[in-house]
């Protein structure tokens, strides 16, 4: 089986709003409904775990009752990222051989047909894949001081984007090993020699972190609203 997990208990300080950003409105919506909504209208999908910080108040806030019991809430975040990844993976009701799709909150714009390349490209893999773009832009490595100290050649450079697909057993032993700053799963993977495989992403399923990412945001859902 496969299921997704969300974390989202961070504090989304980047933003510089009073309320964590996966609250912050998006065409009328918290943004972390817009994930939820793609995740849960995914087949492939049987259920998605949605793990909150502990103190969360907002969650209750609105109605979750749509999508009936495709969606579990589970309160229990932890400090970083990959605390709350861990705590929900324990927390869920999945086999040490389920697949589980980690997806930030904070990627409102994740569209079914990446949803569906990730899942035809990492079922037949030993260890899993993630959903990446090939760097695009010129890269620069700065000296500490804001001037250029070298370019950094960007051929087989990737962007890692969200959902990362592991099994869960394996998953969890390699997050355990990873250092708590640890922001991704599939760094976790390579830390014990593992390569997961790359699954062509989408440019608009970027991470929503600095305020003016809003507005981006919206244009794209928007967009798609419209077709
Ligand atoms: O802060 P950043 O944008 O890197 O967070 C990525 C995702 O991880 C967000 O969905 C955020 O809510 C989540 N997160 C979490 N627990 C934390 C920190 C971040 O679930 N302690």
């Given amino acids: 089986m496969k299921f997704a997990l969300v974390p989202a208990a961070g504090s989304g ?6 309320i964590p950003k996966q609250y912050a409105m998006l065409c009328g919506e918290p943004m972390i409904r817009h994930s939820i909504e793609t995740l849960c209208g995914f087949s492939a999908i049987s259920r998605v775990y949605v793990v909150l910080a502990e103190n ?5 806030e609105y109605d979750w009752s749509a999508f009936g019991d495709r969606l579990v809430a589970l309160n229990c975040g932890g400090k970083t990222r ?3 990844v861990m705590n929900g993976l324990r927390a869920m009701d999945a086999g040490d051989d389920d697949w ?6 904070a990627r409102p714009c994740i569209d079914h047909e990446s949803l569906q390349r990730l899942i035809e490209g990492t079922e037949n893999e030993a260890i899993g894949g993630i959903l990446a773009l090939p760097v695009a832009d010129t890269l620069k490595r700065e000296d500490g001081k804001g001037r250029i100290a070298e370019t950094v050649p960007r051929a087989k450079l990737w962007q890692a984007q969200t959902p990362q697909m592991f099994r869960k057993g394996r998953l969890l032993d390699a997050l355990s090993k990873a250092p708590a700053d640890q922001t991704d799963e599939a760094g976790a993977m390579e830390a014990l020699g593992y390569s997961p495989r790359l699954i062509l992403g989408d440019p608009g399923n970027f991470k929503v972190t600095y305020p003016g990412d809003m507005m981006l945001a919206e244009m794209i859902l928007k967009g798609r609203m419209g077709k």
């Fill in 13 to 18: 300080s980047r933003m510089g709003t009073s």
């Fill in 56 to 60: 969360d108040v907002r969650w209750k």
């Fill in 82 to 84: 990959l605390n709350s």
């Fill in 100 to 105: 589980v799709l980690v997806h930030d909150a």
